[in-house]
């Protein structure tokens, strides 16, 4: 059973648009929850993350949402570019991390 | 720049035969993971370690050991490999509980 929830599954999106990613958990002692980027033959690496106590931060063009009422959390990229086209992963942790299924972001020039 | 160093980027096992997926950090890392990366399913936990010798099962701990003789390195094995074990085994390791991961490139295991 998936500890965290993720959607869309795959996702095409033009250049200068917005991608949006969702992720929703159950754990309510998750207390870190990381956004990981992942280009073909490489392992994943940490984009931005956030811990429950704000309900937003952004680097950039990358910003993470997060509802701790509703257990939700996402990921936004502004102004998305081709070379962002990869697969991201949401992630919780209590001590170790869970991550969700993935998202496969193609951005079209 | 931190590194984690997986052996092998792609094996090629028989059914049967028992198989060590090797993994090593040059961070001094406290904390070391196995996961493996299914197309569909993310990545999954299946063993991690938060010391030497140490070991806590992850979601999918069945039919993998785990062996943590030095702070640097952690180690998967497969005691008898299965065709259901073919996947991408991905190592990480990280600072402290709730930091950072950094992960290996990962090894394609391919079981015949």
């Known amino acids: 059973q998936q500890q965290v929830k993720q959607s869309p599954q795959s996702l095409i999106v033009q250049k200068g648009g917005i991608s949006i990613i969702n992720c929703a958990y159950e754990n309510t002692a998750f207390d870190y929850f990381p956004w990981y980027q992942q280009f073909p033959g490489k392992g994943p690496a940490l984009l931005i993350a956030?811990?429950?106590?704000?309900s937003e931060k952004k680097e950039g063009r990358f910003t993470i949402s997060f509802n701790k009422s509703a257990k939700q959390f996402s990921l936004h990229i502004m102004d998305s570019q081709p070379g962002d086209s990869a697969t991201y992963f949401c992630a919780a942790s209590s001590n170790d991390m869970r991550f969700g299924a993935g998202t496969r972001l193609t951005v079209k020039p | 720049d931190v590194k984690v160093t997986q052996s092998s980027r792609y094996l090629v096992k028989r059914t049967g035969e028992k198989v060590f997926l090797e993994c090593v950090q040059d961070?001094?890392?406290?904390?070391m993971f196995w996961y493996r990366q299914d197309p569909g399913l993310g990545l999954r936990l299946i063993y991690f370690s938060y010391d030497v010798k140490m070991k806590e099962k992850g979601d999918i701990p069945e039919g993998y050991s785990v062996s943590r003789e030095k702070k640097e390195r952690f180690s998967l094995i497969l005691e008898s490999a299965s065709t259901n074990q073919t996947s991408m085994y991905l190592c990480a390791s990280s600072l402290g509980a709730d930091e950072k991961l950094f992960f290996g490139s990962g090894t394609q295991l391919s079981v015949l």
């Open positions: 956030i811990r429950p106590d704000v």
């Open positions: 961070m001094d890392h406290e904390n």
